[in-house]
Structures are given as C-alpha cells and as structure tokens.
C-alpha cells in the first residue's frame, strides 16, 4: 500500500486502484499489460511516478525488480535501433559512459537482459507513448522476442493515448498484438477528490495564489482532465 511519506501523485486511494489493485495482479501472473489514457491524461507523469515508487505499492510481490519507463521523447535518435538503445541504457546507466562507436544494441540489450535475469531480477518495462511510435514490424517482433527470454520475469507496460480498438487493423505490430491484447486497464479522467488533490499539487509546485471559488471553477472547467486542470489554473492565476 502507499506509503504516507511519498508524494503522491493521486490521492493513495486511487493509486492503490490503478497500481496495486488492476496492474500489479496481471504482472504477478507474468502477463502484459496495456494501459490506456485519453491523449494529455496524465500518462507520463503517472508511470514515472510508478516507475520511482513501485515497491510502496506492493509490487516488491514479484521479488526483486527493476523499473524501466521508456519515454520516446528521449530517444538518442528516431529509430528501431535508437529505441532499443534507450532500453539499454535505462537497464544500465553506467553504459552510455562506457560506449564509444556504433553497435547492435539489440543483441547488447538481450546480453545485459540475461545478465539481469541470471541475477535473479525482475524486469518491468513501461513503454510510454507506445502509439507514437511508427517503426518496421521487425521492431515489434524483436520487442516480443524480449518476452521469451523469461516469460515470468519478463513484463510489458504498454501505455497507449488512444482507443485500442483501432489496434487489429494495424499489422504493423506483428507478433506483439498478442501481448497489446493480453490485458487492458483504463485510467479514467480525475475524480472530485482526485482532481481537488493535483489541483492542490499544482498550486504548491508553481506557487500560484488561488481562490476557493476559484479552485471550484478550475475543478468545473477541466472536468477531471490534468493537462486542462493546469491549464485552467494558470489562465486563473494570470488575471
């Protein structure tokens, strides 16, 4: 359960629901998981905030773990190839000091993958953005390929910003639809309490001055959506 000492990102109800509640028992069953956001819904901010905080939401369960949340903003450059080099370097930090030319990172990242499993971890990669990205099917194959190493040790977070019904008329994922399909989780827009509580967040992180009538407002206008809620609030805040 969430611990009163982290800062949380919801209220802990609600993190206890999404995290602890509806993703933590498909991982404990070594399946996949595909979650779901409407676009500017929190996503990153969200899963970062699971990625550092994971063990306060009981997913100490699967033993020892890593967290690997991959934002394909930071893509060292746009490409299948730069892609799987931002998971190596994720996994291991200390080797984008190390590096020094061009390499296959696939086969290096499958390399430092069995060295974490011989290890006894377990690996949870959250794949942010998953719908942004538009590489070959042999990037998806590949991605799926990465679940045989360990089907038990080995998990997907597959974060999407649309609806996934569109998923099976795109061939592009290849073998990977099997695990997009395994299981769904859907992270609605805040609640009153939930929304009353990153609205408070938000105050205190930019230092804003904002009325009670006018918190109402902000709360009102957003209708629960976070990238609104912020919105709102500096629209407020500014005149």
Request: charged content about 20%; some cysteine; aromatic content about 14%.
């Amino acid at each position: 359960m969430a611990s009163d000492k982290i800062d949380h990102i919801l209220t802990p109800e609600t993190e206890k629901h999404l995290f602890t509640d509806q993703i933590l028992p498909f991982l404990v069953r070594g399946e996949a998981v595909t979650a779901v956001w409407l676009p500017h819904g929190g996503q990153r901010t969200q899963m970062a905030y699971l990625t550092k905080n994971f063990s306060s939401f009981g997913f100490d369960k699967l033993g020892k773990c890593k967290f690997i949340y991959l934002n394909p903003y930071e893509l060292p450059e746009e490409s299948s190839e730069g892609y799987f080099q931002l998971m190596l370097y994720q996994l291991d930090p200390d080797y984008k000091e190390k590096q020094n030319h061009h390499q296959n990172y696939y086969f290096i990242l499958l390399n430092k993958i069995k060295k974490k499993l011989d290890q006894g971890y377990h690996l949870v990669f959250i794949l942010g953005d998953f719908n942004k990205l538009n590489f070959s099917t042999t990037f998806f194959n590949n991605l799926q390929s990465l679940k045989t190493l360990d089907k038990v040790k080995i998990h997907f977070i597959f974060a999407f910003t649309q609806s996934t019904t569109s998923l099976p008329n795109n061939p592009k994922y290849g073998q990977l639809l099997t695990l997009l399909f395994q299981n769904f989780v859907y992270f609605p827009l805040l609640g009153e309490e939930d929304a009353s509580f990153t609205l408070e967040r938000l105050i205190r992180k930019y230092n804003h001055e904002i009325w009670a009538e006018e918190k109402k407002l902000i709360q009102n206008l957003s209708g629960g959506h976070p990238s609104l809620l912020k919105a709102c609030m500096r629209i407020i805040d500014n005149h």
